[in-house]
T-cell receptor, first 112, second 110 residues
Framework: AAGVIQSPRHLIKEKRETATLKCYPI?????VYWYQQGPGQDPQFLIS???????DKGSIPDRFSAQQFSDYHSELNMSSLELGDSALYFC???????????FGPGTRLTVL | QKEVEQNSGPLSVPEGAIASLNCTYS??????FFWYRQYSGKSPELIMF????GDKEDGRFTAQLNKASQYVSLLIRDSQPSDSATYLC??????????FGSGTKLNVKP
């Protein structure tokens, strides 16, 4: 079965650089979520999109922005990267009308 | 106070025993609750979801919800060493906004 695809899987950036993370939801899933998970921590909800519109926001810094495109894929743009942004970034998607989230493999971002 | 609270563990049980994982949540408006299993360095994997008070069974897993007490639990029967992982409880707070607990680490000893 198709799963959520995230790219890249690993990313190394310098401080103050920018990064773009991509997420391709499971086909026919209309909702996308982004989470940040630091080492030994629980996933922190960043932002969600439903039918290409921002649905809700969590603890997403102002330096980050995201959008969902017409083909339902989503991108998380991160600017002025800080050391503390180093984490696993997960994307999850839900099928239409349901809340169950299916997570992608994650992008491990390291900021040096 | 976190919106979703879990005992971090580790919870150690012998193989074949019942593992009981607990979770409390703070927002009475939450309607949907989820249990995820996460192996180290991997993504969370959905185990169970529950919306109504009472029990919901799926194979070796039983989720229990008590909205009056704002309490969710997960029982794992006949625990196996492969069940050793961190179990995350999650609650939906608004439409498409979720909070996770900090997870309970389960260790099933052969």
């Amino acid at each position: 079965a198709a799963g959520v695809i995230q790219s890249p899987r690993h990313l190394i950036k310098e401080k103050r650089e920018t990064a773009t993370l991509k997420c391709y939801p499971i086909p026919r899933h209309d909702t996308v979520y982004w989470y940040q998970q630091g080492p030994g921590q629980d996933p922190q909800f960043l932002i969600s999109f439903y039918e290409k519109m921002q649905s809700d926001k969590g603890s997403i810094p102002d330096r980050f922005s995201a959008q969902q495109f017409s083909d339902y894929h989503s991108e998380l743009n991160m600017s002025s990267l800080e050391l503390g942004d180093s984490a696993l970034y997960f994307c999850a998607s839900s099928p239409a009308g349901k809340d169950e989230q299916f997570f992608g493999p994650g992008t491990r971002l390291t900021v040096l | 106070q976190k919106e979703v609270e879990q005992n971090s563990g580790p919870l150690s049980v012998p193989e074949g025993a019942i593992a009981s994982l607990n979770c409390t949540y703070s927002d009475r408006g939450s309607q949907s609750f989820f249990w995820y299993r996460q192996y180290s360095g991997k993504s969370p994997e959905l185990i169970m979801f529950i919306y109504s008070n009472g029990d919901k069974e799926d194979g070796r897993f039983t989720a229990q919800l008590n909205k009056a007490s704002q309490y969710v639990s997960l029982l794992i029967r006949d625990s196996q060493p492969s069940d050793s992982a961190t179990y995350l409880c999650a609650a939906e707070y608004n439409f498409n906004k979720f909070y996770f607990g900090s997870g309970t680490k389960l260790n099933v000893k052969p």
